[in-house]
């Protein structure tokens, strides 16, 4: 398995989604990232390494072994209690916590507006 699948898988298993969603959230074939873990290809199209940053909100150096994540990045973990929910709830929830920091900010931002009438 190659280095840059591995570091692809442990960003997703870190944020709590699958390769397979990811590939579907920014329209990559999920058969691309086959042939990388299978070893079929060494790398990854600039086109499809940059949606996968841009996805994760990381650097395209981070992919490509030139940089480090960042701390907050790498080590964020946030631990939400679902108790209480029902399965719709937790389901919303998890698809939440699976977005970019950014995008997550972004939505928080948007729901305050809806609750304040503006």
Do not use: W
């Amino acid at each position: 398995m190659g280095e840059l699948h591995n570091k692809i898988a442990e960003i997703c298993r870190a944020r709590g989604i699958s390769v397979f969603k990811m590939c579907k959230d920014i329209g990559m074939q999920p058969s691309v990232m086959t042939d990388l873990k299978m070893g079929r290809t060494k790398s990854l199209s600039a086109k499809n390494l940059q949606k996968i940053a841009g996805y994760f909100n990381l650097p395209m150096e981070f992919f490509l072994g030139e940089k480090e994540a960042p701390a907050a990045e790498s080590d964020e973990r946030t631990v939400i209690d679902l108790s209480g929910l029902d399965e719709e709830q937790i389901a919303i929830a998890q698809e939440f916590m699976a977005l970019p920091p950014q995008k997550r900010a972004a939505l928080v931002e948007f729901a305050k507006t809806l609750e304040s009438g503006e």
